[in-house]
C-alpha cells in the first residue's frame, strides 16, 4: 500500500535561515513523488517530482529534494528561506492504479517565515 | 504544464441547494480529476473523469451527491447536491499532463479551486 508521513504539521523559519519540510513514503514498488505548495487562498503549485532519474531533485524557487531510498525518505530543504515562502506544503506520491495515477496526499505541512 | 481555470471561485450557498463547479483546461487532456479539502485538512480524490465514460469515484463519493459531467477534452463540472454544512470546503480540480503513455511520472496540475460555504 501506499502511504505519505509529513512529519511536521507547522514549521516556523527566520528569513534567511534553511528550511526542512520532512516526508516520509511507503510503496509497493519505485514511487514517483511530488511536492505541491499552496499558497492562502491559491490552488496547489508544483515545485518538483522525483521520478526514478536524479536522486537530488531541484525546483522552482530555489527549492529541491532528495531521494533516499534506503530511509524511504523525501524531504525538502531550501538553503535561505524568504517571506514569501510561507504557505502549506504537500507531500504526494504517485502510483497508477485502475488505469490512471492515483494521487495520495500527506497531511501537509504549514511553514511560517519570521522577519 | 497546463493552466486551469475554476468557476465559481468561492460561493455561498444555502443548505438543501446544488452548485455546479466548472473546470476548463487550456488544452486537451483525457484525464480530469476532482478533489475536495476539507478546512484544515488535505487534499480527497473525488472522482477521475475520462472524456466519453462515466466517472470514476472514490471510496465514500457517490454519484447523487457528487455527479459529474465531462462533455470534451477541455471541460468538466462537478455538482454538489442537496448540501449540507459538512460540504463547506474547496473543491479543486486537476488536470494529469504526459507523454501520453500514462505512465506514473505524470504530473497533475491543479486549478485554483472553489472555495464552498453552506449555511
Known amino acids: 500500500a501506499q502511504s505519505v508521513t509529513q512529519l511536521d504539521s507547522h514549521v516556523s523559519v527566520s528569513e534567511g535561515t534553511p528550511v526542512l519540510l520532512r516526508c516520509n513514503y511507503s510503496?509497493?514498488?519505485?514511487?514517483?513523488l511530488f511536492w505541491y505548495v499552496q499558497h492562502p487562498n491559491k490552488g496547489l503549485q508544483l515545485l518538483l517530482k522525483?521520478?526514478?532519474?536524479?536522486?537530488l531533485v531541484k525546483g522552482i524557487n530555489g527549492f529541491e529534494a532528495e531521494f533516499k531510498k534506503s530511509e524511504t525518505s523525501f524531504h525538502l530543504t531550501k538553503p535561505s528561506a524568504h517571506m514569501s515562502d510561507a504557505a502549506e506544503y504537500f507531500c504526494v506520491v504517485s502510483f497508477f492504479s485502475g488505469g490512471y495515477n492515483k494521487l495520495i496526499f500527506g497531511a501537509g505541512t504549514r511553514l511560517a517565515v519570521h522577519p | 504544464s497546463a493552466v486551469i481555470s475554476q468557476k465559481p471561485s468561492r460561493d455561498i450557498c444555502q443548505r438543501g441547494t446544488s452548485l455546479t463547479i466548472q473546470c476548463q483546461v487550456d488544452s486537451q487532456v483525457t484525464m480530469m480529476f476532482w478533489y475536495r479539502q476539507q478546512p484544515g485538512q488535505s487534499l480527497t480524490l473525488i472522482a477521475t473523469a475520462n472524456q466519453g465514460s462515466e466517472a470514476t469515484y472514490e471510496s465514500g463519493f457517490v454519484i447523487d451527491k457528487f455527479p459529474i459531467s465531462r462533455p470534451n477534452l477541455t471541460f468538466s463540472t462537478l455538482t454538489v447536491s442537496n448540501m449540507s454544512p459538512e460540504d463547506s470546503s474547496i473543491y479543486l480540480c486537476s488536470v494529469e499532463v504526459g507523454g501520453g503513455a500514462r505512465l506514473s511520472t505524470d504530473t497533475q496540475y491543479f486549478g485554483p479551486g472553489t472555495r464552498l460555504t453552506v449555511l
Open positions: 510503496s509497493s514498488y519505485s514511487p514517483s
Open positions: 522525483y521520478t526514478s532519474a536524479a536522486t
